[in-house]
């Protein structure tokens, strides 16, 4: 744990902090550009340097759209790649639909790991990352 300054009053507190103690402002930690590399507050959408957007992702742990892919085609009747994307339920519901199904779902599997490989970044997080639907199919 570390300490820093608080963008609001100047004072120190801990980077563990949601709000500072002192004046009750939220905590705004600095990431980097992943484009430019420069310094911005992790709420920002756009960089102010590059204009490259900086997706939410970014900040909490990125999910690539390649690993959920081939996890798809390769695993996808065991629904491995939702697990990766951390969505248990959908997990789960695709291992029982895959018993009942004779693993023809699979092959849906396959298909949606196809999707995920060919769609954009923007796409691939706006519909399986930050999204909360619990089962996306397409």
């Known amino acids: ?3 820093i300054n608080c963008k609001e009053c100047g004072q120190q507190i801990s980077d563990a902090a949601s709000v500072c103690p002192h004046c009750g402002a939220p905590v705004v930690k600095d990431i980097y550009c ?5 310094r911005i507050p992790e709420n920002t959408r756009y960089c102010p340097n590059c204009g490259e957007g900086v997706a939410p992702c970014d900040v909490t742990g990125k999910k690539d759209k390649v690993v959920a892919g081939l996890l798809a085609i390769f695993l996808g009747g065991l629904g491995i790649h939702y697990f990766y994307l951390g969505k248990t339920t959908a997990g789960v519901l695709t291992i029982v639909i895959s018993l009942f199904s004779c693993y023809i779902w699979t092959l849906v599997m396959f298909i949606q790991g196809i999707l995920m490989l060919t769609m954009s970044d923007e796409d691939f997080n706006a519909k399986y990352v930050e999204n909360d639907r619990t089962f ?3």
């Open 34 to 38: 992943s484009h430019c590399g420069t």
């Open 136 to 138: 996306p199919l397409f």
């Open 1 to 3: 744990m570390a300490l």
